[in-house]
């Protein structure tokens, strides 16, 4: 398995401009999250899905939009970049219900913009 | 909504000397409680969880205490070595590993 997997590894953009995160799975988990890391604050919840055609929003949502349309992927828009979204982001996948439902880290996207 | 506070920022200990950790939540009603590992370059890894039905729990040299009354969970490393060194993040939530709340992170540095 190749686990979480997520593209590009680095990325820099302007301000304004729109990109795409890619995450996929291939460990069949139903639960897929977005996290953003900034120094000294840890990880924040952006959005995060309990299945296929069910996404909610996180603790900070705001300039993100999702969407799961199968189960394996989970990308994360960013619509109109900003400065603030300067950060590096994780994509998470696990399974749902109680029991042992461990959250598998990709190994992020750092993305700058300018 | 919660809120985890997690102390030091920063750890440094000798080679074979015991870390910790230590984080405080403010939701009553969460009860899963994950400590991850996150190198450099990497994605966080999960190396211990305890739930809130429980007080203890341990696994080789890595340990986590739960205290429920007060609202606060140790990470307790011993015998440490220099793989240890990494960054350390609690987490909080009330569903499991959905949604959780990170803490602020600890750089532990273990010196040779």
């Known amino acids: 398995n190749a686990g979480v997997t997520q593209t590009p590894k680095f990325q820099v953009l302007k301000t304004g401009q729109s990109m795409t995160l890619q995450c996929a799975q291939d460990m069949n988990h139903e639960y897929m999250s977005w996290y953003r890391q900034d120094p000294g604050m840890g990880l924040r919840l952006i959005h995060y899905?309990?299945?296929?055609?069910?996404?909610d929003q996180g603790e900070v949502p705001n300039g993100y939009n999702v969407s799961r349309s199968t189960t394996e992927d989970f990308p994360l828009r960013l619509l109109s970049a900003a400065p603030s979204q300067t950060s590096v982001y994780f994509c998470?996948?696990?399974?749902?219900?109680?029991?042992?439902?461990?959250?598998?880290f990709g190994p992020g996207t750092r993305l700058t913009v300018t | 909504g919660e809120n985890v506070e997690q102390h030091p920022s920063t750890l440094s200990v000798q080679e074979g000397d015991s870390a910790v950790i230590k984080c405080t939540y403010s939701d009553s009603a969460s009860n899963y409680f994950p400590w991850y590992k996150q190198e450099l370059g990497k994605g966080p890894q999960l190396i211990i969880d305890?739930?809130?039905?429980?007080g203890e729990k341990k696994d080789q040299r890595i340990a986590v205490t739960l205290n429920k009354t007060a609202k606060h969970f140790s990470l307790h490393i011993t015998e440490t070595q220099p793989e240890d060194s990494a960054v350390y993040f609690c987490?909080?939530?009330?569903?499991?590993?959905?949604?959780?709340?990170f803490g602020q992170g600890t750089r532990l540095t273990i010196n040779p």
């Open positions: 998470a996948s696990s399974y749902s219900g109680g029991g042992a439902n461990e959250q598998y």
């Open positions: 987490a909080a939530s009330r569903g499991g590993a959905q949604k959780l709340v």
């Open positions: 305890i739930r809130s039905n429980v």
């Open positions: 899905s309990v299945g296929a055609g069910i996404t």
